[in-house]
C-alpha cells in the first residue's frame, strides 16, 4: 500500500497538489506513480512562466522503464521549478511528496483544487489499478 | 514447424482470440483517405532467378567508368578488409541488439562508432545511425525545434547552398509538423554571406539554422560568422558536413564562439560503395545538453553487478515503443551494417588516415580544376575555396559534355541543370566535378582531354 498523505489533493493521473499559504501550488507525482515509475533518471521541467490549463502536458518524469507525461493539477502559471532534481532525480523516489516536488504554479483560481480527488478517493485510484 | 513465422493457422488463432474477422480490421483506426489502394512504382515480386539476373545488370550499368561524379556521394577507395569483416555472419545476419546479453558484439561496434562520430565532428554524443544524410537532417530539424524553448515558432532558416535532396527531404518530413522553413539566398559565388543574415530578421526569431559544410558546391561557408549570427538571433546550428572533409575542416562542434549545435551528415564517404546512389547511412550528433533529444537509438556502456563492462541500449524511454506518438522520432531504427563498414573503416584509416585522405582529394581537386580552367570558354561558375569538389560554367551546355564523356568511359560530374531550383545561377552550364584520392594523373589526362574534345565538339555542332 503507498502513502497517501491525507493533507494533499490528487489528480487521477498521480499527480499532487498543495495549495502553499503563499497562494502558490506545488505539484509532485505521487507515491504510488514513482514506486509504479520505477527509477527516476530524468525530469524534464516546464518553462517559468509558462501558463497551462488544468490537465496540460507540464513536463515529462522518465524512468529506466518509462517517459511519462506530467500534467497540471490545475491551470495556472508556472513560477518555479525544482532545479534540484537535475542532478539528483532519484529524490522523487526518495520522497516524492518533499524534496522530489516538481513545480509550483500560481493557480488561475485556487478553488479549482475544489476538484481534485482528496486521499481517500485517490486510493480508490490506486487501487484499481492494482 | 514451418519456417515462416506466422501460417494462416496461426493467423487465424490470433485473429479469433481478440474476436476480428479480417486482418485489415487493425487498421480501421487510419482514416480511410490516408489508404493507398497498391503502391505504385513497386513491381510484382521475382523468382531468385530472375533477381540475380536483374541485379547482375543493374550492378553492371556502374561499372566500367572513371568517376568525377559527387554531389553527396563520392568514390573513395576501400581497403579490402571493411567489407571481409562486415560480410561475416555475426554482423551481417544478427538482429537488432535489444537482447543485451546476446548482442555484446554489435553493442560495443555501435558505441565505438559513437564514440568516433562524436570525436570526429566534436560534438559530445552521437546516436547510432539514422537512415541517411537528408533524414538525418529531418531529424536534426525536428529536434532543434523541440529543443529550443526560447524560439518556439519552429521557423527554420536553411541555406540554399545546402544538398537540395536534403532541404526536399527535409521539407517532406517536417511539412505537417508546424515548421515553417525559410530559404537564405546565396551570394555570386553560391556561398552564404554572413553580411547579408539581418535580411532574415523578422518578428518570428528563427528556431534553427541550417549550414552545410563545405556545401552543395563544394564551396566553402563563412560557418564562423554565421553559426556566430544564428546564436544571437537565439537559433540552434544544424551543420551538415561530409565526414571525410572533418580529416582538414574544423569540426563543427568549434565552429564560431559555441560551435554548432547538431551536426549531420551521410556516412558514405567511409566504406559504403556508392552503389547508383545507396544503400548508406545518416549520422546525428548534439551538443550534450540535447542528448536526451536524440532521435532514434543510442549505446551506453555500463557494468554488470559484478564490475565487468557491458554495453546496452540507453536512453530507449524515449523510444516509439514507450513513448508512442510522443517519442522524439517515429523512425527508432539504425543502420546497422552500414555503420559496421564505416566504424571498421574509421579504425583502419584512424585520424591521420583520415586527414591525409581528405588532403589528397583536395590538392587533387585544386589541380584538376585549375587545369580544366584553362580550356577556352571555361570558367568558375562559383570562386573562392572548396574541399573536394568544385563548380564549373561550361561554354555549352553541360548535359552533352556529360553525355560525350560518358562514352568515353568518364563520369564528367553533375550536370547543375537537374539541381539547381530556383537559383540564380547558370544551371544548364553548371557542372559539378568531384575528386578524390583515388583518381590517378592519368585519369586526370584522360578527363582534360575527353573535356576539352567534348566542349569543343558541342560548341562546333551549335555554330
Known amino acids: 500500500?503507498?502513502?497517501?498523505?491525507?493533507?494533499?489533493?490528487?489528480?487521477?493521473?498521480?499527480?499532487?497538489?498543495?495549495?502553499?499559504?503563499?497562494?502558490?501550488?506545488?505539484?509532485?507525482?505521487?507515491?504510488?506513480?514513482?514506486?509504479?515509475?520505477?527509477?527516476?533518471?530524468?525530469?524534464?521541467?516546464?518553462?517559468?512562466?509558462?501558463?497551462?490549463?488544468?490537465?496540460?502536458?507540464?513536463?515529462?518524469?522518465?524512468?529506466?522503464?518509462?517517459?511519462?507525461?506530467?500534467?497540471?493539477?490545475?491551470?495556472?502559471?508556472?513560477?518555479?521549478?525544482?532545479?534540484?532534481?537535475?542532478?539528483a532525480p532519484e529524490t522523487v523516489n526518495q520522497d516524492p511528496y518533499g524534496d522530489g516536488w516538481f513545480f509550483k504554479l500560481t493557480p488561475t483560481d485556487a478553488a479549482d483544487l475544489d476538484d481534485l480527488l482528496d486521499a481517500e478517493a485517490y486510493a480508490e485510484v490506486c487501487a484499481d489499478e492494482e | 514447424?514451418?519456417?515462416?513465422?506466422?501460417?494462416?493457422?496461426?493467423?487465424?488463432?490470433?485473429?479469433?482470440?481478440?474476436?476480428?474477422?479480417?486482418?485489415?480490421?487493425?487498421?480501421?483506426?487510419?482514416?480511410?483517405?490516408?489508404?493507398?489502394?497498391?503502391?505504385?512504382?513497386?513491381?510484382?515480386?521475382?523468382?531468385?532467378?530472375?533477381?540475380?539476373?536483374?541485379?547482375?545488370?543493374?550492378?553492371?550499368?556502374?561499372?566500367?567508368?572513371?568517376?568525377?561524379?559527387?554531389?553527396?556521394?563520392?568514390?573513395?577507395?576501400i581497403p579490402s578488409a571493411v567489407w571481409d569483416l562486415t560480410a561475416r555472419g555475426e554482423f551481417m545476419t544478427a538482429y537488432t541488439p535489444y537482447q543485451a546479453e546476446a548482442s555484446q558484439g554489435t553493442l560495443q561496434l555501435i558505441y565505438e562508432y559513437q564514440s568516433m562520430m562524436a570525436s570526429l565532428t566534436g560534438m559530445d554524443v552521437s546516436n547510432a545511425s539514422v537512415y541517411d544524410g537528408a533524414s538525418g537532417l529531418a531529424e536534426a530539424v525536428l529536434m532543434a525545434v523541440r529543443a529550443n524553448k526560447k524560439n518556439k515558432a519552429g521557423r527554420v532558416l536553411v541555406a540554399e547552398s545546402v544538398h537540395p535532396h536534403y532541404t526536399q527531404t527535409t521539407r517532406n518530413i517536417v511539412r505537417n509538423q508546424n515548421v515553417d522553413i525559410a530559404s537564405i539566398a546565396c551570394d555570386a559565388n553560391g556561398r552564404i554571406d554572413p553580411a547579408s543574415l539581418d535580411a532574415m530578421i523578422t518578428d518570428t526569431p528563427p528556431s534553427a539554422l541550417i549550414i552545410q559544410q563545405p556545401n552543395f558546391f563544394g564551396g566553402l561557408e563563412a560557418?564562423?560568422?554565421?553559426?556566430?549570427?544564428?546564436?544571437?538571433?537565439?537559433?540552434?546550428?544544424?551543420?551538415?558536413?561530409?565526414?571525410?572533409?572533418?580529416?582538414?575542416?574544423?569540426?563543427?562542434?568549434?565552429?564560431?564562439?559555441?560551435?554548432?549545435?547538431?551536426?549531420?551528415?551521410?556516412?558514405?564517404?567511409?566504406?559504403?560503395?556508392?552503389?547508383?546512389?545507396?544503400?548508406?547511412?545518416?549520422?546525428?550528433?548534439?551538443?550534450?545538453?540535447?542528448?536526451?533529444?536524440?532521435?532514434?537509438?543510442?549505446?551506453?556502456?555500463?557494468?554488470?553487478?559484478?564490475?565487468?563492462?557491458?554495453?546496452?541500449?540507453?536512453?530507449q524511454a524515449r523510444e516509439q515503443h514507450i513513448r508512442r506518438g510522443k517519442a522524439t522520432s517515429n523512425i527508432c531504427t539504425n543502420q546497422g551494417l552500414l555503420v559496421t563498414a564505416g566504424t571498421i573503416y574509421?579504425?583502419?584509416?584512424?585520424?591521420?588516415?583520415?586527414?591525409?585522405?581528405?588532403?589528397?582529394?583536395?590538392?587533387?581537386?585544386?589541380?584538376?580544376?585549375?587545369?580544366?580552367?584553362?580550356?577556352?570558354?571555361?570558367?568558375?561558375?562559383?570562386?573562392?575555396?572548396?574541399?573536394?569538389?568544385?563548380?564549373?560554367?561550361?561554354?555549352?551546355?553541360?548535359?552533352?559534355?556529360?553525355?560525350?564523356?560518358?562514352?568515353?568511359?568518364?563520369l564528367a560530374g553533375l550536370n547543375l541543370a537537374d539541381f539547381a531550383g530556383g537559383m540564380q545561377v547558370a544551371a544548364e552550364q553548371g557542372l559539378l566535378v568531384a575528386v578524390t584520392e583515388k583518381r590517378t594523373e592519368t585519369e586526370m589526362d584522360q578527363y582534360v582531354a575527353a573535356f576539352t574534345q567534348a566542349i569543343a565538339a558541342t560548341a562546333g555542332a551549335n555554330t
Not at chain 2, 544571437?232 to 554548432?260: D, F, R, T, Y
Not at chain 2, 547511412?281 to 554488470?304: H, K, S, V, W, Y
Open chain 2, 223 to 315: 560557418v564562423d560568422a554565421i553559426t556566430d549570427w544564428a546564436h544571437a538571433q537565439g537559433a540552434l546550428v544544424i551543420a551538415v558536413v561530409n565526414p571525410m572533409s572533418l580529416g582538414i575542416l574544423q569540426p563543427p562542434g568549434a565552429w564560431g564562439e559555441q560551435g554548432a549545435d547538431i551536426a549531420v551528415g551521410d556516412g558514405q564517404p567511409f566504406g559504403v560503395p556508392m552503389a547508383s546512389g545507396g544503400p548508406s547511412f545518416g549520422f546525428i550528433c548534439a551538443r550534450g545538453t540535447l542528448m536526451r533529444q536524440l532521435p532514434g537509438r543510442i549505446i551506453g556502456r555500463t557494468e554488470d553487478l559484478e564490475g565487468r563492462v557491458g554495453y546496452a541500449l540507453t536512453l
Open chain 2, 1 to 77: 514447424m514451418p519456417f515462416i513465422p506466422h501460417t494462416q493457422a496461426d493467423v487465424d488463432d490470433m485473429m479469433s482470440v481478440i474476436g476480428i474477422e479480417q486482418l485489415d480490421a487493425l487498421f480501421d483506426e487510419i482514416p480511410a483517405e490516408l489508404i493507398s489502394d497498391r503502391l505504385d512504382h513497386v513491381p510484382e515480386g521475382m523468382s531468385e532467378m530472375a533477381m540475380l539476373q536483374y541485379m547482375a545488370q543493374r550492378a553492371e550499368q556502374d561499372q566500367g567508368y572513371t568517376c568525377f561524379l559527387g554531389g553527396g556521394s563520392y568514390d573513395h577507395h
Open chain 1, 1 to 87: 500500500m503507498s502513502d497517501i498523505p491525507a493533507e494533499l489533493k490528487y489528480a487521477a493521473t498521480h499527480e499532487w497538489a498543495k495549495l502553499e499559504e503563499d497562494g502558490t501550488v506545488t505539484v509532485g507525482i505521487s507515491d504510488h506513480a514513482q514506486s509504479a515509475l520505477g527509477d527516476v533518471v530524468y525530469i524534464e521541467a516546464p518553462e517559468i512562466g509558462l501558463t497551462v490549463g488544468a490537465q496540460e502536458e507540464a513536463g515529462v518524469v522518465e524512468s529506466v522503464k518509462a517517459a511519462s507525461d506530467i500534467y497540471a493539477p490545475v491551470g495556472g502559471t508556472i513560477c518555479a521549478v525544482n532545479d534540484a532534481l537535475t542532478d
Open chain 2, 346 to 410: 574509421m579504425s583502419l584509416m584512424g585520424p591521420q588516415g583520415i586527414r591525409e585522405t581528405a588532403l589528397d582529394c583536395h590538392r587533387k581537386a585544386n589541380a584538376l580544376r585549375q587545369r580544366l580552367l584553362q580550356v577556352e570558354g571555361v570558367s568558375e561558375l562559383f570562386a573562392g575555396p572548396t574541399f573536394h569538389e568544385f563548380a564549373l560554367k561550361l561554354p555549352v551546355p553541360a548535359a552533352g559534355v556529360v553525355e560525350q564523356m560518358m562514352q568515353q568511359g568518364i
